[in-house]
């Protein structure tokens, strides 16, 4: 089992609104580069995504949740298939969207616990969670062209150095996919 992190991040480690969704005075920085940045299986999940479980925060569920089930290619086919958790101490209804579940007890628990690789989307607080317990093992960032100098950064200030490897660095339309993984002990 993988913990994989994928994340639209701007040069300056920004991760919040890439959407604009949130509506703060920054977002939507993704969608300024055209649908081929950021359409399909930009991240290359794959097979992950028949074989894994989406790791998803409240936030990210609600929106995930509006957007995908209306949608009928290929790939939304496989994001409307793929188990998806959904990491919430307030909701209880998941059904919006097929094959979700809240997350029962410990979030690090249960991932842990859990047997197939683990995708986490946007979903910063989650994310942070599992960053803290070092249970992260890849996170795969499309990077785009954009410096916002504010918002929610991936690795915040002040916290302890993290080390990777780079696995693989491409070009996505406008942006750069960039897989790294835990440095090699």
Do not use: Q
């Amino acid at each position: 089992m993988s913990v994989i992190v994928i994340e639209f991040i701007t040069l300056d480690g920004i991760v919040s609104d890439p959407d604009g969704s949130a509506g703060t005075p920054t977002g939507g920085w993704a969608f300024r580069h055209g649908p081929e940045t950021v359409a399909g299986d930009k991240f290359r999940l794959g097979s992950v995504l028949d074989e894994g479980v989406m790791l998803l925060g409240r936030r990210t569920w609600h929106l995930f949740s509006r957007l995908w089930p209306e949608r009928d290619d290929p790939f939304s086919a496989r994001m409307n298939a793929v188990p998806k958790r959904v990491a919430s101490r307030t909701l209880t209804d998941v059904s919006a969207w097929a094959n979700s579940e809240v997350v029962e007890g410990d979030l690090v628990d249960a991932v842990k616990h859990e047997r197939r690789d683990v995708i986490v989307t946007g979903s910063l607080s989650v994310v942070r969670t599992l960053m803290a317990d070092d249970l992260v093992d890849e996170y795969r960032l499309l990077t785009f062209p954009t410096v916002l100098g504010t918002g929610e950064r991936l690795f915040p200030a002040n916290e302890l150095p993290v080390y990777l490897d780079c696995l693989s660095a491409d070009r996505a339309g406008a942006a750069v996919l960039t897989r790294y993984g835990r440095t090699a002990p």
